[in-house]
DNA sequence: ACGAAGCGGAGAAGATGTCTCCACTTTTCC
DNA sequence: GGAAAAGTGGAGACATCTTCTCCGCTTCGT
């Protein structure tokens, strides 16, 4: 257990480190695919991803067995940083503006990136993945959404489930159909949050203009 | 011309009409295309519709020589419906109850169609005839816009391409995923209305409940 | 009752996707 | 420097799925 171990971070995992052209080909094929399935999701097939990597299929075969194990170590992570979102979005000291901030952030990660709503919705790939991050992050969520009530700041009627769903509407709309202006989800959650008040004097204003109507699809 | 013409109705048009088995297979379909572009949108095959229809794949060919020409005989009338609509809405004549009452029949439709939003939003099939009913339902829907913000009911910044994509947004988010709540749509677009106002001294009751925790796929 | 109209569904033809195999290339290590 | 181990590419086996055709048989209308 205490050798000096060059190879440091991995003490059991590590069977045998991979040959040096190995691994740049496993990180690029990793990164092809992140690209490839944030621009147009997780129904890419593989053939595509080595392509678009540089590699052979077959490479791509021989580092992920299966396209689930691909998927599953390409999001990993970016289930991990919903958690630190929500933590931060506590951190801030005023509860509306801590619940804003969450929703605009999640926002604009899920926007972006077609394959992590795939995922989150679909749950075709990665499913047990997606469930434990759930469970992780629904009391964060609920506890920002308690404490913006209790300061009177959010309408009672919202529940915690509200949340994610509207986030995911908001993106996967402005994604599908009307993908001419990219960041119109803002105007919509601009909209939103003047309904999710428990009452308003005037409005918030709308943050990107509405599309023309020429530019709808 | 003024023969004493027993086929009424149809002067120039029917070159023959069809043997009676053959309209009764035509009409089954129909209903049965229906039924399937509805629930699972137009990427089901023909051969599946035929199955469903209780004929074979030969009979769907010879009446409907391709996908596209079974999807426009199908959808021409659903979409003049919309046209009618948004006159009902003007007639009435409070102008915010007329738009709310617009966008949510209209939601109503797409909620409950999904070959109907792939149509409207993704033009793969039935382009033209989509086409022409946006351009005779844009002025119609402007009007109503223009209205209700004319009486001071509706916020200033609000443009006739909201009111589509809101409804859009409402009946697709509502649909995948989170399917569990049927009529869920209704919840988010008195949400949504809430904020489309100028302004507010208190919430209109959310009409629908929340999805549990465990409801979300 | 007979000819014309219509029918079913096997299967041709073509896409598209996953994954395997193996002759060849590159790295590692002595 | 050179042999063994590790890794590579990509053709192609295999599977699935769609659209659409074809033709022997059935049903309708008169």
Redesign the pocket.
């Known amino acids: 257990m205490t050798e000096n171990s060059a190879d440091c971070g991995a003490d059991v995992r590590a069977v045998?480190p991979?040959?040096?052209?190995?691994e740049r080909?496993r990180q690029r094929i990793l990164k092809a695919a992140a690209e490839v399935f944030n621009e147009r999701g997780l129904d890419?097939?593989?053939?595509?991803i080595a392509r678009h990597a540089?590699?052979?299929?077959?490479?791509v075969?021989?580092?992920f067995r299966?396209?689930e194990e691909l998927i599953e170590a390409l999001f990993m992570d970016r289930l991990d940083s919903v958690a630190t979102i929500a933590d931060e979005a506590y951190a801030n000291p005023d509860a509306w503006c801590g619940l804003v901030s969450f929703m605009e952030r999640m926002a604009e990660i899920m926007a972006g990136d077609v394959g992590l709503r795939q995922m989150l919705m679909f749950a075709t790939y990665g499913r047990d993945l997606v469930a434990v991050a759930r469970q992780r992050n629904e009391p964060l969520v609920a506890r920002l959404v308690q404490r913006a009530q209790a300061a009177g700041q959010l309408r009672a009627d919202i529940q915690r489930t509200d949340i994610p769903f509207i986030v995911f509407m908001l993106t996967e709309a402005a994604h599908l159909g009307y993908a001419a202006t990219p960041g119109i989800w803002r105007r919509y959650l601009t909209l939103v949050l003047d309904g999710m008040q428990p009452r308003r004097e005037g409005v918030t204003p709308l943050p990107v203009v509405a599309m023309r109507p020429d530019e709808m699809e």
């Open positions: 045998r991979l040959r040096r052209d190995a080909n890419v097939s593989l053939d595509e540089g590699v052979g299929v077959g490479t075969y021989r580092r299966t396209k």
